[in-house]
């Protein structure tokens, strides 16, 4: 072989071993970054340039995320591991990864999240975990993540909110946490995070305008803008408090909630003025009176009134002795109450209905005709007995003839 075979072929030995790892894997790299998605993974490859700052790994079938897998990879910036099956993130799996500063591990199989499981992420500054099942999370979770800017747990399985889950969160700035199932949230639930300016809350079951939780959000101090979405939620009534807590954001998002627009609303009602955008997205889904109105422009103090419910059980007895019932099905007789404050009822509170002029029922009648009767017939027979008594004696006293 020649000599200038035998250096075209070291030369081509020194190409394939640079290039091996990522042509083994498929992988597209270059200096800083490398892409190794859609290649049907398994694992995280181990044989890539170790001074890479960039990996993708979106879209393979990686399951779990051992303490080993990045511990080669110390320059990682940027990590995409989405659209996996990861249902597993061991401890310390991210521990050698302290200048990480963006993970994105949404559409994933996580069911919750540990304490421990970010440790290492030291700068991390974005977390999207958002498409996952996630249903609870431990406490202490993030106080290993003190840089953490934006947390998206979108589309997960949250059904309350507690204030031990943020602990840690101190530069927290955006928190997306719509299309769960929350109906609860703590009073001190966003105490942890006193410089939150995005909550997207929508989409949830939140029955109850959460007036303590947001209120200890400190938005006196923020200078920029404060957005706030609780659309497509249960509510059905605001408190007067709640009013300050949404002027206070520049951006109020509460529409298409089952607005019930009755007394309980007038307090809030009567603090309205239309000074916030927020006060026109209140469009009520009852009372009748008041279904389909704007609150602000189309209802008037007046028309939120209370239905009130009064529980009536009344029973008469037929001439027969068969007992009859006045009580509808429900067990309860509704009458409304005008602006006036008088109450229109057609059934008094204590019983069944008393014709005007206090007259009595028939059974009542019965038993007044039965009781003279009575009577009647006792003063008749104490009278045959008196009268055959004197008879008897006045023929005893008589003289014989």
């Not at 996952?132 to 953490?148: A, C, D, R």
């Not at 229109?344 to 029922?361: D, E, I, K, R, Y």
């Amino acid at each position: 072989m020649s000599n200038k075979m035998k250096r075209l072929l070291v030369l081509l030995l020194i190409l394939l071993k640079e290039a091996g790892p990522a042509a083994a894997h498929n992988c597209d790299c270059s200096s800083s970054w490398c892409s190794c998605s859609n290649r049907g993974l398994t694992s995280v490859p181990q044989n890539l340039t170790t001074t890479i700052t960039i990996l993708y790994l979106r879209g393979n079938s990686i399951t779990t995320l051992s303490q080993s897998d990045f511990s080669r990879y110390s320059s990682l910036t940027w990590l995409d591991l989405q659209y996996n099956q990861i249902s597993v993130i061991n401890s310390g799996a991210f521990y050698r990864l302290s200048r990480l500063t963006r993970l994105n591990l949404h559409t994933n199989q996580l069911t919750s999240l540990r304490s421990e499981m970010f440790a290492g992420l030291s700068n991390l500054q974005y977390l999207y975990l958002y498409r996952n099942n996630i249903h609870s999370i431990e406490t202490g979770t993030f106080n290993v993540t003190p840089q953490l800017r934006t947390l998206n747990l979108y589309n997960n399985q949250l059904t309350s909110l507690r204030p031990d889950m943020f602990v840690g969160l101190d530069n927290l700035q955006y928190l997306y946490l719509y299309h769960n199932n929350i109906h609860s949230i703590e009073a001190r639930a966003f105490i942890s995070t006193p410089k939150l300016r995005t909550l997207q809350l929508q989409n949830n079951s939140i029955d109850t305008f959460p007036v303590e939780a947001l209120s200890n959000l400190n938005t006196s101090t923020v200078s920029y803008y404060l957005r706030l979405s609780m659309t497509y939620n249960q509510m059905e009534t605001l408190p007067s408090a709640a009013y300050d807590i949404l002027a206070s954001f520049t951006y109020a998002y509460i529409h298409n909630n089952p607005w019930q627009c009755d007394c309980l609303m007038l307090p809030f009602k009567q603090r309205m003025n239309g000074s916030y955008p927020f006060e026109n997205q209140i469009t009520c889904v009852g009372p009748a009176n008041v279904t389909g109105k704007s609150l602000l422009l189309a209802v008037e103090a007046e028309d939120l009134i209370c239905e009130e419910t009064t529980t009536t059980d009344s029973t008469g007895t037929t001439p027969g002795g068969f007992s009859t019932q006045s009580t509808p099905p429900g067990g309860s007789s509704v009458h409304s109450t005008p602006p006036g404050g008088f109450s229109a009822q057609s059934t008094p509170p204590g019983g069944s209905p008393t014709p005007p002029g206090g007259s009595s029922t028939p059974s009542g009648e019965v038993s007044l005709l039965i009781g003279v009767l009575c009577g009647v017939a006792g003063v008749v027979l104490v009278s045959a007995v008196s009268l055959t008594i004197w008879y008897r004696i006045t023929r005893k006293v008589s003289p014989a003839p």
